[in-house]
């Protein structure tokens, strides 16, 4: 069974410094994908940014970098000069292989940006 | 709008009660899910449809829960003998049934069972 781990439960970061999300999975899996959403406090799950395991390079998307350690199983999210809109719940996720593409999700990593 | 649409935004009902949650996906999308979000935790899921059928639903916690999407788009979750225990918020999500391509959710629907 698929696993993601977020160790961190809040982290408070100053405005315009970058930030690091840890996420930790387990797979049995050699092909997978791997996600990171963000939660406002309005509810709706938006997507940030996306890795495959094949993928060499890690995935960038504006401000937002994935840190992809295939070995070490791990895959942190870094926001570049963050901003206040950034505060929000942070969900790293996982999805099987082909045939079943349902999400597994971490507990997530509440972020506030402080002016 | 374009987004997935879900409805109603918040239900409070009564312990035993029926409910159904209503979910309207982005227009071509053949894959759908529902996921539960539970206060403090990530969302889990629940059922899968590709097309119409569904492709897998051990997600669903026990027979009260039931989801169909009859013509392919629109789908429906509907519990059953509503406990306190299924209060949580219900997020929909579709896509276009490529593998590589992110789920697009809604906003959810909260749940209240009093």
């Known amino acids: 069974a698929q696993k993601i781990t977020q160790t961190q439960p809040g982290m408070f970061v100053q405005e315009k410094e970058a930030v690091t999300l840890d996420c930790t999975y387990d797979?049995?899996?050699?092909?997978?994908?791997l996600f990171w959403y963000k939660q406002p406090s309005s509810g709706e799950m938006i997507f940030l940014i996306y890795?495959?395991?094949?993928?060499?390079q890690n995935a960038t998307e504006g401000r937002y970098s994935l840190n992809f350690q295939k070995a070490r199983k791990s895959a942190n999210l870094v926001i570049s000069a963050s901003q206040l809109g950034d505060s929000a719940m942070y969900f790293c996720?996982?999805?099987?292989?082909?045939?079943?593409?349902?999400?597994?999700f971490g507990t997530g990593t509440r972020l506030t940006i402080i002016p | 709008g374009a987004g997935v649409s879900q409805t109603p935004s918040n239900k409070v009902t009564e312990k035993g009660k029926y409910v159904e949650l209503r979910c309207d996906p982005i227009?071509?999308?053949?894959?759908l899910y529902w996921y539960r979000q539970s206060l403090g935790q990530g969302p889990e899921f629940l059922i899968y449809?590709?097309?119409?059928?569904?492709?897998?639903d051990s997600g669903l916690p026990n027979d009260r829960f039931f989801a169909v999407r009859p013509e392919g788009s629109v789908s429906t979750l509907k519990i059953q003998r509503t406990e306190r225990g299924d209060s949580a918020v219900y997020l929909c999500?579709?896509?276009?049934?490529?593998?590589?391509?992110?789920?697009?959710f809604g906003q959810g629907t909260r749940l209240t069972v009093v």
């Open positions: 449809f590709q097309g119409t059928g569904a492709a897998d």
């Open positions: 996720a996982m999805r099987e292989p082909f045939g079943n593409e349902k999400l597994t």
């Open positions: 890795q495959g395991s094949y993928d060499e």
């Open positions: 227009s071509g999308h053949t894959a």
């Open positions: 999500a579709s896509n276009p049934g490529n593998a590589d391509t992110e789920a697009f």
């Open positions: 797979t049995s899996d050699q092909s997978y994908g």
